[in-house]
């Protein structure tokens, strides 16, 4: 576990209320240990989001202690973190952006169960149940916001985008494509860029969704809204190149069964495209 310090107030908390109850056998522990002991608090990033994953109550009595740097480390758990960036989603509506904005939020242990405890069971049942309440899928109209999307999604999934030119070519051509993004709140998870080749064909220019949500139903939800405008644009036709299966690269194994499964079909390999090293398949669905 690598640990680090960071300040307090730069760190987004993910729920809504403290208990009084755990505040107060908190605060008695605080008093009984030399506080730069105390274990570090667990943090996560997802976009541009930097927040607790636990221990709010621990950062909220440190920081009536005080303290403005904390020891955290990044939480490389695998959580459920559609829900946290519901609740993050919760906290900005509510505007509770850091520890601080818990002071008139203590609350006894009768109203933490129904405000909290309760409201969070109901979600964690319809995150599951009824993904489409919560993600948002929407076309992105603004250059830089395309831009800043692609850049973040494709920066964080290094496994299969790892040269840097053509990342930035990713970014720049997002620009002139038609562009949507998968939201849950307001932070972008995912995102699907289309180029237009001619009356009849698309290609899917780029997609990626950030690997903590892979496998959730994502792609193929951004597919489906993709071919949605598509149809009605009278195309007939969506193409994507990808690595070849003849490349050994268990991440574009995975990539490839998400096509196949979302109704693409192998066209033809090209070894002069993207070079003998990187042997490019183009695949294609009838739309
Ligand atoms: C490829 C990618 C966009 C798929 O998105 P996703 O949200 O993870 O995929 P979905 O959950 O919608 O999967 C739909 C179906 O595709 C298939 N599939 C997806 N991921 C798979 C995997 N890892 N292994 C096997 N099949 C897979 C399954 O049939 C799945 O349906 P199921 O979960 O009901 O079995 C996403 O994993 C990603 O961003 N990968 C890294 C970047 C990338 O490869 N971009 C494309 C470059 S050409």
Redesign the pocket.
Known sequence: MNVFTKNIKDIQPSQLYISKTKLAKVEKYLDSVDISHIEPLPIKKIGKNIFFTDGHTRAFALMKRGIEEVKVYWDEDDLDWIQYLICIDWCNREGIKNIADFSDRVVDDKDYKKLWDMRCDSMQKGSVENLDYYLDIRAVSKNNEKCSICEQ?LRA?P???GIEEAIREYINGAKENTFLSAYVGDTPI?F?SVKEHNEFTSE?Y??????E???????????KATEEILVKENKIFLT????SSSHPDE?????R??????GFYPLEEFTELWGNENPCLLMVKKL
Not at 206 to 211: C, E, S, T, W
Not at 240 to 243: E, M, R
Not at 251 to 255: A, D, I, N, V
Not at 257 to 262: A, H, K, Q
């Open positions: 999604v999934l496994n299969w985008f995912g699907l899917i780029v997609v990626g969704i950030l690997k949500f892979h496998r959730r139903g994502i792609g193929k939800r951004l597919i994507v190149k990808t690595l991440g574009y194994r995975k990539t069964e998400f096509y196949r499964s979302v």
